[in-house]
């Protein structure tokens, strides 16, 4: 897992990880 290494890649390649992500920013202001 090379998260630390390319996360922006990893959340790209992964739609669970982004969409967790984008909704939690969304969520909070």
């Known amino acids: 897992m090379e998260s630390p ?4 890649i990893r959340s790209s390649h992964t739609p669970g990880v982004g ?3 984008a909704a939690d920013r969304r969520d909070q202001p």
Not at 5 to 8: H, L, T
């Open 19 to 21: 969409a967790g992500v």
């Open 5 to 8: 290494a390319r996360p922006s």
